[in-house]
């Protein structure tokens, strides 16, 4: 490996794992190729501007012919694909640009794998392919029952994975990731939202009861787990790759709002997400066995990421001041009135 493509590496998790590739391997060329969309954001990699094994180039997964330059133009021998629409009430409201990229341009990276030969392709899933588990924990081989539009699109593009590699023999390993915090989250998603209304003295809105559970991940264990995969995973498998820190919706507000001084008060109850997955929890021992345990702390970690929204409002700021209001808006507008009519 040398040349790795890295699909919507302007984004969360995928800009967390540039940096951090090219921490640990000096030999690497990161080459990262994003639509930017709402979610990508070059600000996300500004720490990297001159450092001349990182590339950038602006692109549609699902372009072929963009595709296909950049896996030329770049001598691309890996590819980690982390692009994809990723939030589950967007994938509600139009699940169309779904289904585009997260089904469509998985399926053109596959036919461009298969067609330059390429050594490995990653394609970065998640535990909300498997649906909502009362007890117990999901284990690799369990059937998938996605229930959201963004599930069910990420369930489609890995079966798309898993048959690429069993008809073309195609290099292909899985990961499904847990829910993920950290630094240069968009601030839609629970975490980063919430942290970054409580510093606006803003409503926190806690969809339904607040006692649906997810287990979280520190995105610096995220990207680990994906460099073992990446590296040593078998041809063909698919990991599961939790925090081990379950935590209800309640518990994870109440700790965010304790981390900054901030009064409960601030909770909103508001009606709840359609559909709404009760719990995630994943067994990972197959990931265990190839080394791989979380180092994070999920209280040390959650702290830090509260610090790093606090000492960065300069990215957070600009994000929330633009488009992002409007979808608020839509997502939460009538929410927050019929919240605040009902009290
Ligand atoms: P994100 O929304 O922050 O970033 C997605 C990136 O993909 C953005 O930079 C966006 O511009 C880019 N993109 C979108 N459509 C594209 C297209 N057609 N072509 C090229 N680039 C495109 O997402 P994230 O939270 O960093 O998630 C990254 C991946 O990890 C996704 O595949 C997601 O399903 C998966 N995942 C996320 C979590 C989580 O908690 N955030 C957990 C498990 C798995
Ligand atoms: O589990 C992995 C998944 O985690 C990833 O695949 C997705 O890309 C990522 O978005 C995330 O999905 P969730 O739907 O679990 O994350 P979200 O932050 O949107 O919601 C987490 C929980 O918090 C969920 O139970 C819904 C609740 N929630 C969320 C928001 C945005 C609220 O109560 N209020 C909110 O405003």
């Not at 006692?211 to 990991?239: K, M």
């Not at 190839?290 to 959650?302: I, K």
């Amino acid at each position: 490996m040398k040349n790795i493509l890295v699909t919507g590496g302007a984004g969360f998790i995928g800009s967390n794992f540039v940096r951090y590739l090219l921490r640990k391997y000096p030999q690497y060329n990161c080459i990262v190729y994003d639509k930017l969309t709402y979610a990508g954001n070059m600000d996300n990699l500004r720490d990297l501007g001159d450092d001349p094994r990182y590339f950038f180039v602006r692109g549609d997964i699902s372009d072929r012919e963009e595709v296909d330059k950049v896996m030329v133009d770049h001598s691309i021998d890996s590819i980690v694909n982390f692009a994809a629409e990723s939030h589950v009430d967007r994938s509600i409201i139009d699940p169309d640009a779904f289904v585009q990229t997260d089904v469509v341009g998985t399926c053109v990276l596959l036919d461009a794998a298969r067609k330059h030969s390429i050594e490995r392709l990653h394609q970065v899933s998640t535990d909300e392919v498997y649906g909502s588990i009362e007890k117990g924990m999901f284990k690799e081989g369990d059937s998938l029952e996605p229930n959201s539009p963004y599930a069910a699109s990420k369930a489609g593009a890995e079966l798309l994975v898993r048959a690429y590699h069993e008809t073309y023999g195609l290099n292909t390993v899985v990961t499904r990731g847990s829910n993920t915090f950290g630094p240069y989250q968009y601030p839609e998603k629970i975490a980063s939202l919430f942290i970054t209304n409580a510093i606006d003295d803003h409503p926190l809105p806690l969809y339904g009861d607040g006692t649906q559970v997810r287990d979280w991940l520190y995105v610096e264990d995220h990207c680990s787990g994906i460099d073992v995969v990446l590296h040593e995973g078998q041809a063909g498998q698919v990991y599961n790759l939790g925090g081990g820190n379950e935590r209800t919706n309640i518990i994870v507000t109440k700790l965010i709002l304790e981390l900054m001084h901030k009064p409960e008060s601030l909770i909103v109850s508001v009606q709840d997400r359609p559909g709404h997955d009760r719990r995630y929890a994943l067994d990972c021992t197959l990931l265990h066995s190839l080394g791989w345990h979380p180092v994070h702390s999920f209280e040390d970690a959650f702290e830090k990421t509260v610090s790093w929204y606090r000492e960065n409002e300069w990215w957070w700021r600009d994000i929330k001041s633009g488009a992002f209001k409007e979808y608020y808006q839509q997502q939460y507008g009538d929410r927050l009135r019929a919240s605040a009519g009902v009290r």
